[in-house]
């Protein structure tokens, strides 16, 4: 699932762990190299997403995008 944050002035990247294994969320940030997470519980049991990310200003630092040449 994707679409746009709520705004777009995220200066950082962040996991938001958002229920389930909050270790799925620290290996998405450590994978991705993203030092900052945050813990959102929501009380929706129709959610559908455990693990979401925020892309900042900051993404040329992420290993989001690769190039391979």
């Known amino acids: 699932n994707e ?3 709520a705004h777009f002035g995220y200066l950082h990247t ?4 958002r229920g389930g294994d909050p270790q799925q969320a620290q290996q998405v ?3 991705l190299g993203i030092p ?3 813990e959102q519980q929501t009380p929706n ?3 559908l997403v455990d ?3 925020v892309i900042g200003r900051d993404f040329g630092r992420i290993n ?3 190039e391979d040449r």
């Open 29 to 31: 940030a450590a994978l």
């Open 14 to 17: 962040l996991v938001i762990h």
């Open 36 to 38: 900052h997470q945050i």
């Open 45 to 47: 049991a129709f959610r």
């Open 51 to 53: 693990v979401s990310i």
């Open 3 to 5: 679409g746009n944050a």
């Open 64 to 66: 989001l995008f690769h």
